[in-house]
């Protein structure tokens, strides 16, 4: 298989705006499924609402374009039925962490077997650049435009709370780790979570004062480091993964 059999190469070009950052996460993705050479009738994408979410309709393999926060629980009633698929929610930070966070807690503590991809761009994109939980302090959006008062939410703190887990940081300027990422996601046989450092330039960063999305991209860059060693958690600027098979050893 090849990277591009994966792709609606019709519903070209995206929607997505020029210098976004979810461009990067979905060809990373179908990267990822051509190495692991998945045929596109053992898998299915589910996505929720928002730019992200538009990648559902994009992919080359059966998907739904679900309603928004609802992507976890109908790609769980897909697995339910149908166990022999391998399935791949793409979605954004608004969507599974945001509206949809009382699914994560539960899909990450049920460890419904998922690969999860959550695009973190910090805010609600699609409808102008909203505060969202994971916008950091200080950081002003249309609904904050004096800065956010609150920490960002911790998502690997949600998701590792469970015994048996598996949690990674990436970046989409770091997009070796990223597709290592996907894959073993993917493989992961359990809720596999990866957070995904990204950027909405159009709707989220001019307002913080960047002038393109490669500067944003620089940003990460400069900001975001692979973890050393594989024990621990992440600090908050590094990637890496965080796993536990379950095993009292
Ligand atoms: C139940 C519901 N609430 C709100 C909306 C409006 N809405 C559509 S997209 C969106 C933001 C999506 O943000 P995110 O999931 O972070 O994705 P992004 O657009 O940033 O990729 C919102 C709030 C909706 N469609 N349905």
Redesign the pocket.
């Known amino acids: 298989m090849n990277f591009k059999d994966y792709i609606k190469w019709d519903r070209m070009p995206t929607t997505w705006c020029p210098g976004c950052a ?1 461009g990067t996460v979905f060809k990373q993705t179908a990267f990822a499924l051509a190495e692991l050479r998945l045929s596109p009738e053992e898998m299915t994408v589910v996505s ?6 538009r990648a559902a309709g994009y992919f080359n393999v059966d998907s739904v374009h679900s ?3 609802r992507a976890l629980p109908v790609a769980e009633g897909i697995k339910r039925a149908n166990p022999r698929l391998k399935v791949v929610v793409f ?6 962490v ?2 949809g966070g009382n699914h994560l807690l539960h899909a990450a503590r049920r460890d419904v077997d998922l690969a999860v991809i959550c ?1 973190n ?1 910090a ?5 102008g650049g ?1 505060m ?1 939980p994971t916008t950091p302090a200080g950081a002003k959006t249309l609904t904050s435009p004096h800065g956010s008062a609150y920490a960002p939410i911790n998502i690997q703190g949600i998701v590792t709370s469970n015994r048996r887990h598996w949690f990674a940081r990436a970046s989409t300027f770091h997009i070796v780790h990223l597709q290592k990422a996907i894959r073993e996601a993917v493989e992961w046989p359990g809720f596999a979570f990866i957070e995904v450092m990204g950027f ?1 330039i159009e709707n989220c960063g001019r307002r913080l004062g960047f002038l393109s999305g490669h500067e944003m991209l620089i940003k990460l860059k400069t900001d975001f480091k692979l973890k050393a060693g594989p024990e621990g958690p992440l600090g908050e600027f590094e990637l890496g993964v965080v796993k536990n098979d379950g095993q009292i050893s």
């Open positions: 979810i929720g609402i928002g730019c992200s979410g309603t928004h926060g979605s954004g930070d608004g969507d599974l945001g509206i695009i761009n805010t609600y994109g699609m409808t909203q969202a909405c």
